[in-house]
């Protein structure tokens, strides 16, 4: 594969961290731009190899098929029903971006944002 002979019984591991890092598939892949995803054909499913958020092959997520369903119902139910802003005075340019390792990433400097309750009116 790709030059490399891998011996028959290999456990084979895929870095999607690093894929998703990987300037030769993604502009500015520095960058947080999920703007960048709107107009995309990739499959999340696990058939585009450039972006496997639930893994793939036989491995994949098991909760792959509720995330699908749930989490565009949730975040479309969040954003509706409140109005954001961010906490503790912070701009949107003063935004820490840095990631901090541990066993799931974390942002360095947590995010703390408000919810404010719509108020409609008639």
Request: charged share 20%; proline share 8%; net charge neutral.
């Amino acid at each position: 594969m790709w030059g490399y002979k891998i011996p028959k019984g290999v456990q084979v591991l895929v870095n999607a961290w690093a894929i998703g890092l990987d300037p030769s598939l993604w502009e500015d892949s520095l960058a947080f731009k999920p703007e960048r995803f709107l107009a995309s054909e990739l499959d999340v499913r696990g058939r585009d190899f450039e972006l496997i958020p639930f893994g793939a092959g036989r491995r994949m997520c098991p909760g792959l098929p509720l995330a699908m369903r749930m989490v565009p119902a949730m975040l479309v139910s969040l954003i509706n029903s409140f109005d954001w802003q961010l906490g503790g005075g912070i701009a949107p340019k003063d935004l820490g971006m840095e990631e901090k390792f541990g066993i799931t990433f974390q942002k360095a400097i947590p995010l703390c944002v408000v919810p404010m309750t719509l108020v409609v009116q008639n």
